[in-house]
């Protein structure tokens, strides 16, 4: 791959900013060879594109470090790109917006510094990846439990912000951020919310603070680079009781959804229940030419060969209570009753009591298991994630859901799609599977993404999240008062970052500096 430097950088004047971030992490962590950029690249991408190319990494140990390369980034005028651990697959993996950005890893930086039991919060450093905080919680025994998201290779602060979601009653991961430790562009460090008083008795305990309150504004942003962040934990319960379902019919979701809402809403429900269809356990254990071989996606006779397979429904949930089991008892029952006047199907109920082990509760244990997924179609594998958000209405989820398959069938894809029930909204995830060594394919996954979000964009929903080659597109979505939100958006960047140094584009929102780069 053809080194690619940031705009208006000469080679010379490029290296002189790498020897300067040499002598701030030492000349080990500056990562500059050409196999050093390609680890960085997004794992995913289809193999015959050029974007998203970084120009080299640095890996700082410290704060003081991140602080010291934003004033040169800024000095040099090289634009940094930070990553926590760089797992975001799907929507980019450790790689830029924009070529010759260098990749800010801090995967070094893996201290968690608290575990505060009786308040249900951690403190950690943005290297600290679930599996890490896992093995920490186990090793002491502490009674707290994670959110842990579909791959949990990644950083705990990572998922949370790019607003990953677990599936426990902490499942909204970016909510349970409280209290941030922020180099900002020009290396000055803030801490945010009560943690902002030196002596702050209440920074991972109040997510407010005094005035105006900034963690969110540090979630999808480029508005600064996060060097430690207080994280909400669930207090080990005392039970979990799991009532599993599969709905034939695809059209089922429109009474089930509208079930699942309420009970969402009156919070009998607090978790993020999940709603795949067959495609979710298929890529899970087999490949597709295990099934079929053909042209096209695959047909509804073949589908239904797999279902039955598996012993899968057209849609499968389960739904997971966590609390005193006479909570979750009362709660199943009111559940059941719920669904009783449509579901004809069995219920599958599965029990877990503190002390029994951990792996039969509904527990959310780090695994990479999804990962699996990139091989259904063989060769070297990629997914993107189109994820646009929905009211909870059965109705129009299922519109949306038949339009969007129909989409899938005109570009030749199998439709991979499911629904997370939050507490207002539905996330319509849908994965796009496709193999990076074949061009056509690839070319019709990126087709198909396009059509997508315009699709999405005139029935009116948007997306929550997207991979770095769509972020302009989707910013542009949101186009009230001919795009204010954004001009908002870019009016903060400019001021609180005036060379543009922290990650461009990220979101849609570019400095001026690099105004010309947007797609
Ligand atoms: P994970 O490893 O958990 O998947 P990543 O490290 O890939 O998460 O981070 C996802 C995205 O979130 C990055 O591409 C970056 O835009 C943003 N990000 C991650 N960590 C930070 C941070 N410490 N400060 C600012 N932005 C960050």
């Given at each position: 791959m053809k080194l690619q430097l940031p705009p208006r950088i000469s080679a010379a004047a490029f290296q002189r900013g790498l020897a300067a971030f040499e002598r701030v992490v030492g000349a080990e962590w500056v990562l500059a060879s050409d196999l050093d950029r390609d680890t960085y690249r997004d794992m995913y991408q289809p193999a015959n594109e050029t974007t998203h190319v970084p120009a080299a990494a640095v890996a700082p140990q410290s704060t003081e470090e991140v602080q010291a390369l934003l004033r040169l980034a800024n000095e040099h005028r090289i634009p940094l790109w930070p990553i926590?651990?760089?797992?975001?697959l799907g929507y980019g993996g450790s790689a830029p917006r924009m070529s010759g950005s260098v990749i800010l890893d801090l995967s070094r930086m893996r201290r968690i510094l608290d575990v505060d039991v009786k308040h249900g919060y951690c403190l950690l450093e943005p290297g600290v990846g679930f599996f890490d905080l896992y093995q920490h919680l186990q090793d002491n025994r502490i009674p707290l439990w994670l959110s842990v998201p579909a791959n949990a290779w990644g950083s705990v602060i990572g998922n949370a912000l790019e607003r990953g979601i677990g599936y426990t009653p902490y499942g909204e991961n970016t909510a349970q951020l409280c209290g941030l430790e922020v180099a900002l562009p020009s290396g000055e460090l803030v801490r945010t919310g009560m943690g902002a008083m030196t002596n702050g008795r209440a920074g991972q305990l109040f997510r407010y603070g005094f005035g105006p309150s900034w963690d969110q504004l540090f979630v999808q942003s480029n508005f600064g680079v996060v060097t430690r962040a207080g994280m909400w934990l669930m207090p080990e319960p005392e039970a979990t009781l799991g009532l599993g379902f599969a709905l034939p019919e695809a059209s089922d979701i429109i009474w089930a959804l509208d079930i699942l809402a309420e009970l969402r809403l009156r919070r009998v429900i607090d978790t993020s229940v999940t709603m795949g269809n067959y495609l979710r356990t298929a890529t899970m254990r087999g490949q597709r030419a295990e099934w079929y071989q053909g042209p096209g996606p695959i047909p509804t006779e073949i589908e239904r060969q797999i279902m039955e397979k598996y012993g899968l429904g057209r849609w499968n949930f389960t739904i997971n209570l966590f609390g005193y089991d006479a909570v979750n008892q009362a709660n199943a029952r009111i559940i059941r009753d719920a669904f009783a006047p449509h579901y004809r199907g069995e219920i599958r109920e599965t029990h877990w009591q503190r002390g029994e082990p951990l792996a039969q509760s509904a527990a959310n244990i780090p695994t990479v298991v999804f990962l699996q997924v990139v091989n259904w179609w063989g060769g070297r594998g990629g997914h993107m994630g189109f994820s646009p958000i929905l009211p909870t209405d059965g109705k129009e989820a299922y519109t949306q859901f038949e339009a969007t398959r129909q989409r899938y069938e005109e570009f030749g894809l199998d439709h991979f799609g499911g629904f997370t029930m939050g507490e207002r909204y539905l996330t319509n995830v849908n994965q796009i599977i496709y193999n990076r060594d074949d061009a056509d394919m690839t070319r019709r996954a990126h087709a198909l993404f396009n059509a997508l979000v315009d699709d999405a964009a005139r029935a009116g929903y948007g997306e929550y999240r997207t991979h770095l080659s769509y972020m302009d597109k989707v910013a542009h979505s949101f186009d009230f008062n001919d795009h204010a939100l954004l001009r908002l958006n870019e009016t903060v960047k400019n001021a609180l970052d005036p060379n543009g140094i922290v990650a461009p584009g990220k979101s849609g929102i570019w400095p001026r500096a690099y105004r010309g780069e947007r797609a």
């Open positions: 926590s651990r760089g797992k975001n």
